[in-house]
C-alpha cells in the first residue's frame, strides 16, 4: 500500500486588508467539494494573530503606540505561527494559512525598527518557518484593492501610498531571503478568479510531486 502523496503546503500572505483570509477560506470550500486530487483535504490556519491579540487584550492603536508592546505581540504570533503549522504536521496533513512567519518581522521592521526585526530573523523559529516557506506555495495578495475596511482589530494603513508600501516591504524581504512568490494582483477581484490563481500554481507543484514518486518506482 503506497503512502498518499503530501502536497506543499500554502501561505497565501500580504498587507493588512487584502482579502486574505476570505480568499483562503474560498480555497477551503473548492477542497470540500473537489474529488480529483489523490490527497487529503487540506487543514486550514486562519486569524493567528488575531486570536494572539485577544488572547493578551492587545488592540491595533498598542502596537502604533508602544514599541515594546508591538516587539512582544509580533515575538507571541510567530510562536503561535510555528505551533499552528507543527499541529498540522505532526498528523501527516498540509495547510492553507492566511499569513506566515514572514508578517510579524515586516510588521516589526515598520512599526518598532529593524534592528528589532533582524534579532526576529535570527530567531529558531522563524529558520524553521523560513525553510517550511522554501517548501511551498506561497501567494502574495497586492494591496490595492476596493475592501479596505477598519474592522477594529487589524492594522490599518494611514494612506494607500503606506499600503502599497507594506506589500512592497513584504515582496523586498521575500526576495530578500529567496522565497519563491506568486503576486495575486489586486484587479483580480472575482473570487472564481483569485481560487483559481492560486490552485494553478499549487498543481504545478502537486504534478511535480506525482511525477517525481513515479520515477522512484
Not at 498587507?15 to 486530487?37: D, I, P
Not at 498540522?88 to 529593524?114: A, C, L, M, N
Request: charged share 25%; glycine share 6%.
Amino acid at each position: 500500500m503506497t503512502t498518499p502523496l503530501k502536497p506543499r503546503d500554502i501561505y497565501i500572505v500580504g498587507a493588512q486588508s487584502t482579502g486574505k483570509t476570505t480568499l483562503v477560506k474560498a480555497v477551503e470550500n473548492h477542497f470540500k467539494g473537489a474529488n480529483r486530487y489523490p490527497i487529503t483535504r487540506p487543514k486550514i490556519i486562519t486569524e493567528v494573530a488575531r486570536t494572539v491579540l485577544e488572547q493578551l487584550n492587545f488592540t491595533a492603536s498598542d502596537i502604533k503606540s508602544s514599541p515594546a508592546r508591538a516587539l512582544a505581540l509580533q515575538q507571541r504570533i510567530l510562536q503561535a505561527q510555528l505551533s499552528a503549522e507543527h499541529a498540522v504536521s505532526e498528523q501527516g496533513d498540509w495547510f492553507v494559512s492566511d499569513r506566515s512567519g514572514v508578517d510579524p518581522i515586516v510588521y516589526t521592521r515598520k512599526y518598532v525598527s529593524k534592528d528589532a526585526a533582524n534579532d526576529l530573523v535570527k530567531s529558531t523559529e522563524w529558520l524553521e518557518l523560513r525553510d517550511r516557506m522554501k517548501k511551498s506555495v506561497v501567494i502574495v495578495c497586492e494591496a490595492g484593492v476596493d475592501w479596505l475596511t477598519d474592522d477594529g482589530v487589524r492594522l490599518m494603513p494611514e494612506s494607500r501610498e503606506d499600503w502599497i508600501g507594506f506589500h512592497q516591504l513584504f515582496c523586498s524581504y521575500l526576495e530578500d531571503w529567496d522565497l519563491g512568490y506568486e503576486v495575486l494582483r489586486c484587479d483580480v477581484t472575482g473570487m472564481h478568479e483569485r481560487v483559481a490563481f492560486v490552485l494553478e500554481r499549487w498543481e504545478l507543484t502537486l504534478q511535480s510531486g506525482v511525477l517525481k514518486e513515479l520515477e522512484g518506482t
